[in-house]
């Protein structure tokens, strides 16, 4: 018995550390105020940031923009999704008898709404990158390089 709240407990602390509704996530725009997202405590880049300095012309931010505003009606459905579940879960987790059982169900669903979320996000990368010109591509991975050996060092 004991080892069950062991398990529950620790899988609470977990889940309250690193679980929160994909909406909190992300801000305005394309990942966030300052053009990226915070996951779990680590800056994780965003295309704002990343497309910021490509000299795009209007054409080009126009795509971009309805491209994006595509991906953003996808994710809605998501994030609408976890934020009931991570309710229900975290009451299930502080009852006197927790089901280990039907957290774990939660916790699926979650992170299959998140996979989601992934995804819908990959193919808006994917649909900006055949926007951008062969110059503007090698930039793009210079920033990205950039960002990232900035994020490595714990520069943000």
């Known amino acids: 018995m004991k080892i069950k709240y062991l398990v529950v407990g620790i899988l609470a602390v977990g889940i ?4 929160s509704p994909v909406s909190a996530q992300r801000g305005p725009g394309f990942g966030g105020a300052d053009g990226g997202m915070m996951r779990q405590g680590k800056m994780r880049m965003g295309p704002e940031k990343l497309f910021r300095n490509l000299d795009l012309t209007a054409d080009q931010k126009a795509k971009l923009l309805d491209v994006r505003q595509a991906m953003e009606k996808e994710l ?11 309710i229900k879960m975290r009451e299930e987790m502080t009852k006197d008898s927790p089901d280990l059982r039907t957290i774990e169900n939660y916790l699926k669903e979650i992170n299959q709404n998140r996979l989601n979320v992934e995804l819908k996000r990959t193919e ?8 951008l010109t062969p110059d503007q591509k090698e930039k793009f991975r210079k920033t990205e390089k950039e960002i990232w050996n900035k994020m490595k060092k714990g520069d943000r």
């Open 124 to 131: 808006f990368m994917l649909k900006s990158w055949v926007i």
């Open 76 to 86: 809605l459905p998501y994030e609408q999704k976890n934020e009931p579940l991570m």
């Open 16 to 19: 309250f550390c690193g679980v």
